[in-house]
Nanobody, 126 residues
Framework: VQLQAFGGGLVQAGGFLRLSCEAS????????MGWFRQSPGKEREFVAH????????YYANSVKGRFTISRDNAKNTLYLQMNSLKPEDTAVYYC????????????????????WGQGTLVTVSS
């Protein structure tokens, strides 16, 4: 599967953005999906995960209550709604996918994912 993320941009603190990640290929609904982000000088970090089998969601503590991950399988698209943005949310955001009926508690580990989008830059000004 190929992934393409878009929707990033410049926003003021307190604002919102919605990122999208379009997937090519078949059986999008069988892939577990995730969002990660990377700031300059920092390692890539987990943001959110969405299971393929029951729609459960998991979030990093830093974004819980502000970000929402969702998917539209009919459109082969993953979303990340980001509200109440903070300057520390500034980063390149990546979508990622893992197939093979993925079921693991290690969803926060970037090494678990097989496919990655190219990233989209989110800049939050103070």
């Amino acid at each position: 599967v190929q992934l393409q993320a878009f929707g990033g941009g410049l926003v003021q603190a307190g604002g919102f953005l919605r990122l999208s990640c379009e997937a090519s290929g078949r059986a999008f609904g069988t892939y577990a999906m995730g969002w990660f982000r990377q700031s300059p000088g920092k390692e890539r970090e987990f943001v959110a995960h969405l299971t393929w089998y029951d729609g459960n969601t998991y979030y990093a503590n830093s974004v819980k209550g502000r970000f929402t991950i969702s998917r539209d399988n009919a459109k082969n698209t993953l979303y990340l709604q980001m509200n109440s943005l903070k300057p520390e949310d500034t980063a390149v955001y990546y979508c990622a996918a893992v197939g093979h009926q993925y079921y693991s508690a290690n969803y926060y580990d970037s090494n678990e994912y097989e496919y990655w989008g190219q990233g989209t830059l989110v800049t939050v000004s103070s």
